[in-house]
């Protein structure tokens, strides 16, 4: 029985080390971004509700990286002009004050707003903001912390 056990628990323990990895492997991909659902999800699609964005940052930096804003740039093609809204929350990884983290992901989260305040037809009153630190982390792995300095761009329904 102790072996039955161990051997489900290395199993269980591969496949959660393979599903980490897998959604490592799809984090970056050109064009797409990854859903709730696990799917990727092309930009073209964002409009509908549900769809999310998602930019990455440096360690404890708040500037948007070139990639970001190509991203950003094709997501506005997609739905500019549209009557959308939406929610923005920022991210960091688990170095830090709680403060600091909390502070950072707020900066993060508003300068993406602002790009898009300055360079869509989107208003100030179709944008919600959060900074939620490390609330919601992706990868507590010192390796993967770039997973969590994030912020996360969610079209409401």
Same mark, same amino acid.
């Given at each position: ?7 489900? /628990? #290395? ?7 393979? #599903? ?11 064009? *797409? !971004?990854?859903? #709730? ?15 999310? +964005? ?10 948007? /990286?070139?990639?970001?804003?190509? %991203? +950003?740039? %094709?997501?506005?093609?997609?739905? #500019? @002009? ?11 990884? $688990?170095?830090?004050?709680? %403060? @600091?983290?909390?502070? $950072? ?11 898009? $305040? ?5 208003? *100030?009153?179709?944008? %919600?903001?959060?900074? $939620? ?17 994030? !912020? ?6």
């Amino acid at each position: 029985d102790t072996q039955d056990t161990q051997d489900t /628990q #290395d199993t269980q323990d591969t496949q959660d080390t393979q #599903d980490t990895q897998d959604t490592q492997d799809t984090a970056f991909e050109d064009g *797409a !971004v990854q859903g #709730d659902d696990g799917n990727l999800v092309n930009l073209i699609n964002l409009p509908s509700a549900g769809k999310q +964005l998602i930019i990455y940052f440096k360690p404890e930096k708040a500037y948007i /990286q070139d990639q970001g804003y190509e %991203e +950003l740039k %094709e997501m506005v093609n997609s739905w #500019d @002009g549209q009557d959308v809204r939406l929610k923005i929350t920022g991210h960091c990884a $688990l170095y830090g004050t709680e %403060e @600091g983290r909390i502070q $950072l992901s707020n900066i993060r989260a508003q300068v993406v707003r602002d790009w898009l $305040l300055e360079n869509s037809s989107i208003t *100030a009153d179709q944008i %919600e903001i959060h900074g $939620l630190g490390i609330e919601n982390i992706i990868n507590r792995d010192p390796d993967s912390q770039y997973l969590n300095r994030r !912020v996360e761009i969610w079209v409401l329904p």
